[in-house]
């Protein structure tokens, strides 16, 4: 893919985002993942997108109906949100040297709004504002197992953005990203398994002290 996002300048810090379809835990392993690099000395911020900001309060109401707005301006939503997070959140703890944790970024973008019909690079090229990862993990689960996780362990019925047929769409453009720094795990293994392999990955990560780009 020729439209990745540009590398801004060196920062300090380290960010690390948790990607897959719904359902896979990432959320969990982030949370144990923060606690984990606390507990050895680690500056942390957690945060997510959507944000809790205007524009991320937008997005989450597209959950319930997406067909309110066009497929242009729900891309929009999603840039204008994510210039928000990296102005206000992102680049300032970074620049801090902190170890930054991102439920979501714009390769869930990429996946979404591509699985959407949009066009993957043109998604890429407008998110080059946004610091390219340190880590990506991509968490992988097959949609029917993602779904039955979405509602039987949590008791909620699938949003619009959680439908079998379009996650199976999405999970297809997660596995064909290119980006060097993203780490493929599977998912379907205990939390404890599956947090295991995450703590070695950034470990070697940490431990090396190079970007994997």
């Known amino acids: ?26 959320s969990t392993q982030l949370q144990l993942l923060a606690e984990y690099l606390r507990q050895h000395g ?10 809790e ?4 309060r937008q997005i989450r109401e597209l959950y319930r109906n997406r067909a309110t707005v066009t497929r242009e ?27 930054v944790l991102c439920d979501r970024y714009y390769l869930s973008t990429m996946a979404y709004q591509g699985a959407a019909g949009m066009d993957i690079a043109d998604i890429a090229a407008k998110n080059d504002f946004a610091p390219p990862p340190d880590l990506a993990f991509i968490f992988q689960l097959r949609p029917e197992s993602s779904i039955a996780r979405i509602t039987e362990h949590r008791g909620e019925v699938p949003n619009d953005f959680e439908q079998k047929d379009y996650l199976k769409k999405v999970e297809k453009i997660f596995n064909s990203l290119p980006f060097s720094y993203i ?5 379907d293994h205990s939390i404890d398994t599956v947090q295991r392999t995450v703590r070695q990955l950034v470990d070697w990560y940490l431990s090396a002290g190079t970007a994997k780009r």
């Open 1 to 26: 893919m020729s439209n990745q996002p540009k590398p801004p300048p060196q920062h300090e810090g380290v960010l690390i985002v948790f990607e897959g379809i719904d359902g896979t835990g990432k």
């Open 53 to 56: 900001g205007t524009y991320g």
């Open 183 to 187: 780490e493929y795990i599977d998912a």
């Open 42 to 51: 680690h500056t942390v911020v957690t945060t997510k997108e959507p944000t």
């Open 73 to 99: 301006e729900e891309l929009e939503m999603f840039l204008r949100d994510r210039r928000d997070h990296v102005n206000t959140v992102l680049d300032p703890a970074l620049s801090r040297g902190a170890i």
